[in-house]
T-cell receptor, first 112, second 112 residues
Framework: DTEVTQTPKHLVMGMTNKKSLKCEQH?????MYWYKQKAKKPPELMFV???????INESVPSRFSPECPNSSLLNLHLHALQPEDSALYLC???????????FGPGTRLTVT | AQSVTQLGSHVSVSEGALVLLRCNYS??????LFWYVQYPNQGLQLLLK??????LVKGINGFEAEFKKSETSFHLTKPSAHMSDAAEYFC??????????FGTGTQLKVEL
């Protein structure tokens, strides 16, 4: 099974709201990722968790807060977002190291 | 540091014709290379990977790619295009750690 699941599929939120995106994998992968993707662009890496510890933060604004509760779950907490944060947010997982990453279907986020 | 360059942001082929999507890489260490496909409003799906075993790599949906160190290339091919191949294709390189570096993508259009 190479499935990564993400919820919700779509999310509309106001600039004062707090919401969370969720990601789950059951492949035994020990690295998990959050990406942001704008239309017609490649995914941009936001965060990497390795063995449930944050290993890479690509200078993401603090209104995005990641959390890795266990080796199968990854959350992205959102607060006080801006309209320019509207994008497709992708979760991925892999074995720890330079290996292929498996992506979820994404959450389409719209900030109004 | 690693990087990939995808030549041609848009490629158009006739159904049944050869598909050739170009990717050149730069890496300071032996690279791991990947091709991903993305259909509209979906996540990225792994097509194939090169991890220093065979230089000719076969993937899903009839795609293959050949690693050529002398040309620093990893071009994606398919002998006969199908309408269902219309999508965005991303080449990516991993040279160490957990980071994937993506190319800017190639939009493949398949015409009747």
């Amino acid at each position: 099974d190479t499935e990564v699941t993400q919820t919700p599929k779509h999310l509309v939120m106001g600039m004062t709201n707090k919401k969370s995106l969720k990601c789950e994998q059951h492949m035994g992968h020990r690295a998990m990722y959050w990406y942001k993707q704008k239309a017609k662009k490649p995914p941009e890496l936001m965060f990497v968790y390795s063995y449930e510890k944050l290993s890479i933060n690509e200078s993401v604004p603090s209104r995005f807060s990641p959390e890795c509760p266990n080796s199968s779950l990854l959350n992205l907490h959102l607060h006080a977002l801006q309209p320019e944060d509207s994008a497709l947010y992708l979760c991925a997982s892999s074995q720890d190291g330079p290996y292929e990453q498996y992506f979820g279907p994404g959450t389409r986020l719209t900030v109004t | 540091a690693q990087s990939v360059t995808q030549l041609g942001s848009h490629v158009s082929v006739s159904e049944g014709a050869l598909v050739l999507l170009r990717c050149n890489y730069s890496s300071s260490v032996p690279p791991y290379l990947f091709w991903y496909v993305q259909y509209p409003n979906q996540g990225l799906q792994l097509l194939l990977k090169y991890t220093s075993a065979a230089t000719l790599v076969k993937g899903i949906n009839g795609f293959e790619a050949e690693f050529k160190k002398s040309e620093t290339s990893f071009h994606l091919t398919k002998p006969s295009a199908h309408m269902s191949d219309a999508a965005e294709y991303f080449c990516a390189v991993a040279g160490g750690g957990n980071k994937l570096t993506f190319g800017t993508g190639t939009q493949l259009k398949v015409e009747l």
